[in-house]
């Protein structure tokens, strides 16, 4: 019982440091959240588009996330964490302005939804500044031995501002159209805007030895093919699940992404610690099984509330796979470099969703929506062989210090 609440109170010493940061990434990316489940019923219903476009658009954001990803790290080490996020608020802003505008041209469908393109890769440019510079911003106030539960808990206000997004983008959509959202994304990020001021920035390391570019990408590739063969599951529930719930007939549309973003929530403020203590690949080994069981599970769904129950079984998978690989990356490179080693690893994700995606919907057009699951369930599975080398050439960490 004493480790126990030791354990408790370094939690929430850790939780109180990380607060303003998690404030600050739950209001970027709720932005993100308001558009996920209405944004192929925007591309398909309003424009006429098919699952293939519907892909294109949603894999553009990652598309651009992937190419800004490096960038974004490197920028958090040199320039600092805090004005990275910045950057990435005024971009977000800036596509809901390109939202609107792809709304002037709904009647030129291919005008409109390239238009909407731009806007959603721009808005893929400021989710990598956004989440990278959130990340390293609480990793430069954080022990290093706590990287785990960072990379956790930063990812848990992103998801849950994903969660609580689709069903109040859901509700704008139904009473205002796809204009409400665009709207709402450029208003957001300037609200929160005049709040980050009054956070502190995080001091920049002392030591400005920057390792090369291969060093770090030597540190990264074998988490960051884990986590991309982990992620096409991620990527196939965010753009298809509620085309799923709709060609069902399920309701409310949300409901498989919401019940995702929940469980992951929920595994990561429980189980948080066990990438520190345990070894982030020996976790993240386990909790792939679980992904692609509940991928499996949406596959095999014959209602809405099976479907649910699966994905919140992926979303539970997910959960530590992500911050249990990261955390390896971390501890393999010095603090003036995680800026540019976690922006590198969160490329393998942008990667996977930005080329997993399009491919995903090619193969609905073809096969039909359910067929993608059981696809992602076994490309999920395939990350068990990466995983296992990585377990191979880990040692267990050290307990955090208390």
Request: proline share 4%; with cysteine; glycine share 12%.
């Amino acid at each position: 019982m004493p480790a126990t609440n030791s354990q408790s109170r370094a939690s929430e010493g850790i939780g109180l440091i990380l607060l303003p940061i998690m404030t600050a990434v739950f209001a970027g990316f709720l932005i993100i959240g308001l558009a996920l489940p209405v944004l192929p019923l925007h591309v398909q219903h309003s424009l006429g588009f098919g699952s293939f476009v519907v892909g294109l658009v949603a894999g553009s954001q990652f598309a651009a996330s992937l190419i800004s990803r490096v960038w974004a790290g490197a920028y958090a080490d040199k320039r600092g964490a805090k004005s990275g996020v910045v950057i990435g608020l005024l971009a977000a802003a800036v596509s809901g302005l390109l939202y609107l505008l792809s709304l002037a041209f709904i009647d030129f469908p291919t005008l409109s939804v390239t238009i909407l393109l731009l806007g959603r890769a721009l808005l893929g440019g400021a989710e990598s500044f956004i989440i990278t510079g959130g990340v390293a911003w609480g990793l430069a106030l954080v022990d290093a031995r706590s990287a785990g539960r960072v990379i956790a808990w930063v990812g848990t206000a992103m998801f849950t501002a994903m969660a609580v997004g689709g069903p109040i983008g859901t509700f704008f959509y139904a009473r205002a159209g796809f204009a409400a959202i665009a709207l709402v994304t450029t208003a957001v990020p300037l609200l929160v805007l005049a709040s980050l001021i009054l956070i502190p920035a995080a001091p920049l390391s002392e030591k400005r030895h920057r390792s090369s570019f291969r060093d770090v990408a030597g540190a990264v590739w074998l988490p960051g093919l884990g986590a991309a063969f982990s992620s096409v599951g991620y990527g196939a529930i965010l753009a298809f699940s509620s085309l799923l719930f709709t060609d069902r007939g399920w309701h409310p549309i949300w409901l498989a992404f919401s019940a995702f973003g929940a469980a992951l929530v929920v595994a990561r403020l429980v189980f948080g610690h066990l990438p520190d203590h345990h070894g982030g690949a020996r976790i993240a080994l386990i909790f792939i099984c679980v992904l692609a069981a509940g991928l499996a599970l949406i596959w095999w769904a014959n209602s809405g509330l099976m479907a649910a129950v699966g994905s919140a079984l992926a979303g539970f998978g997910y959960s530590l796979i992500y911050p249990g690989l990261g955390s390896e990356v971390v501890r393999a490179v010095s603090p003036e470099n995680r800026g540019r080693a976690m922006g590198l690893y969160t490329a393998f994700l942008d990667l996977a969703l930005g080329l997993g995606t399009p491919v995903l919907g090619w193969i609905a057009d073809q096969t039909g929506i359910a067929s993608i699951f059981l696809v992602s369930a076994s490309v999920a599975l395939t990350a068990i062989g990466t995983t296992l080398r990585l377990v191979k050439t880990q040692q267990i960490p050290a307990t955090p210090a208390q």
